[in-house]
């Protein structure tokens, strides 16, 4: 069973940075994207940014230009450069993984714990 341990987050003011890691215990062919998603307060989770194992990005209109999601395939881990953050940045963010690379959170399998980051004055 693949395991997702997130890590990275903390509180931050706005127009800070954070950066969040999302180390997978395996990545086999089965599971081609990791995906990271965000629970806001009050909201429903939605998805941020997700990339497939061949480099493809995709990104929530919500954070295209201030996030980005790299990977590095030797270690099984993700990330998500977060820049210029905003209140409204404030979350748990979620990784998960997927067979194919898409913000529809229906088709991740498997999830991490959460970590929670938060931006406030």
């Known amino acids: 069973q693949v395991q997702l341990v997130e890590s990275g987050g903390g509180l931050v003011q706005p127009g800070g940075s954070l950066r969040l890691s999302c180390e997978a215990s395996e990545f086999t062919f089965d599971y081609h994207a990791t995906g990271w998603f965000r629970q806001v307060p009050g909201k429903e989770r939605e998805g941020v940014s997700c990339i497939s194992s061949d480099g493809v990005t995709y990104y929530a209109d919500s954070v295209k230009g201030r996030f980005k999601i790299s990977s590095d395939n030797a270690k099984n881990t993700a990330y998500l450069q977060m820049n210029n953050l905003k209140l409204e940045d404030t979350a748990v963010y979620y990784c998960?993984?997927?067979?194919?690379?898409?913000?529809?959170?229906?088709?991740?399998?498997?999830w991490g714990q959460g970590t929670q980051v938060t931006v406030s004055s």
């Open positions: 998960a993984a997927a067979q194919w690379a898409t913000l529809d959170q229906r088709v991740y399998d498997y």
